[in-house]
């Protein structure tokens, strides 16, 4: 959805995107925390949800992918 702007699961075209600007320290939000300290180890989500079904998508932010694949709570 965050590329095409449609839906893939109803082909709904009604897409709006919720920006996780969240409090800088991170305290509320969607939001992964990556590391022990909340200062240093937020990394922002951006929700999708079509408007037509409900169906959400979530997005991250190709310069946090680091952070997450660093990060020791983060399980696979």
Request: proline residues 1%.
């Amino acid at each position: 959805m965050k590329n095409s702007k449609t839906c893939i699961k109803c082909g709904g075209n009604n897409i709006v995107m919720i920006k996780n600007d969240g409090h800088p320290d991170g305290t509320y939000g969607n939001n992964i925390q990556c590391r022990a300290t909340v200062l240093s180890g937020v990394v922002f989500v951006e929700r999708y949800i079509c408007c037509d079904c409900g169906y959400t998508e979530e997005w991250i932010d190709r310069s946090d992918m680091a952070a997450i694949l660093n990060s020791k709570k983060i399980f696979r």
